[in-house]
Nanobody, 122 residues
Framework: QVQLVESGGGLVQPGGSLRLSCVASGNIFVINTMGWYRQAPGKERELVAHITSGGSTNYADSVKGRFTISRDNTKNTVYLQMNSLKPEDTAVYYC????????????????WGQGTQVTVSS
């Protein structure tokens, strides 16, 4: 069973910073793309950023220039550095990963973490 566990959320003032971490564990053969999504109250879940196994990144326009996604493949971990935070960044942030399990490297599936709350308020 693959698990994704997020950490690093909390309460910060506008303009502040947070660093989220997500660690994947279990019977993992390979992890392809990893990403961060968020969901604010009353809104749909949206993509924040993702990163491929080779390091290519993509960001939502709303966070471009403020957030940075990175990964450490030796630790099966993805990070989201969030700077210049705004109240509209308030949401539950979810880690996502496309993973091949066991020895079946030909087939992958999406896995999700439980989420971590980020609140930006003065």
């Amino acid at each position: 069973q693959v698990q994704l566990v997020e950490s690093g959320g909390g309460l910060v003032q506008p303009g502040g910073s947070l660093r989220l971490s997500c660690v994947a564990s279990g019977n993992i053969f390979v992890i392809n793309t990893m990403g961060w999504y968020r969901q604010a109250p009353g809104k749909e879940r949206e993509l924040v950023a993702h990163i491929t196994s080779g390091g290519s990144t993509n960001y939502a326009d709303s966070v471009k220039g403020r957030f940075t996604i990175s990964r450490d493949n030796t630790k099966n971990t993805v990070y989201l550095q969030m700077n210049s935070l705004k109240p509209e960044d308030t949401a539950v942030y979810y880690c996502n990963a496309d993973i091949a399990v066991g020895v079946d490297w030909t087939t992958t599936a999406d896995y999700w973490g439980q989420g971590t709350q980020v609140t930006v308020s003065s």
